[in-house]
């Protein structure tokens, strides 16, 4: 009986090939597909998480002018 990812039966043969090396992983498979990454989604996301930190740094930096605490430019901030 043989169960993908789990157990299979081989060869004699496959296993003196592998130097009757018992280990699992030369004869099962167990490893999971990576998942497909939509770069021009992921940039897109970056972009809009980008503005929204520069527009948070804009309103902080107005608060710290206010209160008279600007004393640097603050993070992602124009000189």
Do not use: F, H
């Amino acid at each position: 009986m043989e169960e993908e990812k789990y157990c299979r039966v081989v060869p004699l043969s496959e296993i003196a090939e592998n130097d009757y090396n018992l280990n699992i992983a030369r004869y099962i498979d167990t490893s999971e597909p990576e998942p497909l990454v939509d770069i021009p989604a992921v940039l897109g996301e970056l972009e809009a998480v980008s503005l929204k930190l520069e527009a948070v740094d804009r309103e902080l930096g107005g608060y710290l002018a206010e209160l008279g605490l600007k004393t640097a430019p603050v993070v992602g901030e124009c000189v």
